[in-house]
């Protein structure tokens, strides 16, 4: 299959992509070994960009053998093999283009992603989430506090200055928190009920005494342990919804269901 990045192309170059990859590309280019056809000598992030991926999904480049960066200019008849992060590469690489998140990792979550912000909240992360939040915004957010972007906006990852991004695939809460989990090996950072779903503000103990008036009779007869966000004041108490989430943490591969 045949792709372009002009209308009048000299040159070909060969592409394989490895491991998840193949999934992100643009329909046109799913096939095993994709021809991509160009006119001038483009770096090589920009002609895997335009096949769909954005540079953030990108661990390993290798042309004609040898590992490249981004800046890489395409030459004619040259062989590029993609690979993500946690992907089998050839012995010898030397580049590996994605940089660890700093720690400990936080995020910045676009806004169709309302749902998977609560539950890492509940898992303890520090997301910042608006529903109003530009691209702009976010970029600059994830620049000056080194967060992590979640999106499922490929356009926004394929700026040149974002560094740290993961675009989630599923639409599905449940597995885009086993991607992110899984992309970021979190499982040993899952606190839970540490911070707030509603504000990212942290939790804190508070005396059920304290705290007496706000409750409904059947939470204040039945329920002992409190915490309060310092930010929002919102109260959590350990009832059926604990009781479900606990569960549910514990289905997640390799956690012993910590609170
Ligand atoms: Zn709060």
């Known amino acids: 299959m045949y792709?372009?990045?002009?209308?009048?192309?000299?040159?070909?170059?060969?592409?394989?992509?490895?491991?998840?990859?193949p999934a992100l590309l643009k329909r046109r280019y799913r096939d095993a070994s994709i021809v991509y056809r160009f006119k001038r000598h483009p770096a090589v992030k920009d002609a895997i960009e335009s096949m769909g991926i954005p540079h953030t999904e990108v661990d390993v480049i290798v042309a004609n053998g040898c590992s490249v960066d981004f800046h890489y200019q395409l030459q004619h008849l040259d062989t590029i093999d993609v690979y993500p992060l946690g992907c089998t590469v050839p012995a010898g690489t030397v580049l590996h283009l994605s940089a660890p998140p700093v720690e400990p990792v936080a995020f910045v979550i676009d806004l169709h992603l309302g749902k998977l912000t609560r539950r890492l909240r509940l898992l303890g992360f520090d997301c910042l989430y608006q529903n109003d939040f530009s691209d702009a915004e976010i970029m600059q957010l994830?620049?000056?506090?080194?967060?992590?972007?979640?999106?499922?906006?490929?356009?926004?990852?394929?700026?040149?200055?974002?560094?740290?991004?993961?675009?989630?695939?599923?639409?599905?809460?449940?597995?885009?928190?086993?991607?992110?989990?899984?992309?970021?090996?979190?499982?040993?950072?899952?606190?839970?009920?540490?911070?707030?779903?509603?504000?990212?503000?942290?939790?804190?103990?508070?005396?059920?005494?304290?705290?007496?008036?706000?409750?409904?009779?059947?939470?204040?007869?039945?329920?002992?342990?409190?915490?309060?966000?310092?930010?929002?004041?919102?109260?959590?108490?350990?009832?059926?919804?604990?009781?479900?989430i606990s569960r549910w943490l514990e289905t997640l591969p390799g956690s012993d269901g910590q609170d």
């Open 3 to 21: 792709g372009t990045d002009s209308g009048q192309a000299q040159f070909t170059a060969s592409f394989r992509c490895f491991g998840n990859l």
């Open 142 to 244: 994830s620049f000056d506090q080194q967060r992590v972007i979640l999106t499922r906006d490929r356009g926004i990852l394929k700026h040149r200055q974002v560094v740290h991004g993961y675009l989630v695939r599923s639409d599905q809460v449940d597995e885009q928190i086993r991607e992110v989990i899984d992309r970021y090996q979190l499982i040993d950072q899952i606190h839970a009920w540490r911070r707030c779903m509603a504000c990212n503000g942290l939790l804190e103990k508070i005396e059920k005494a304290a705290i007496a008036e706000r409750l409904q009779p059947l939470t204040r007869r039945y329920y002992l342990d409190f915490r309060r966000c310092r930010v929002c004041q919102r109260l959590y108490w350990q009832g059926s919804h604990f009781e479900k």
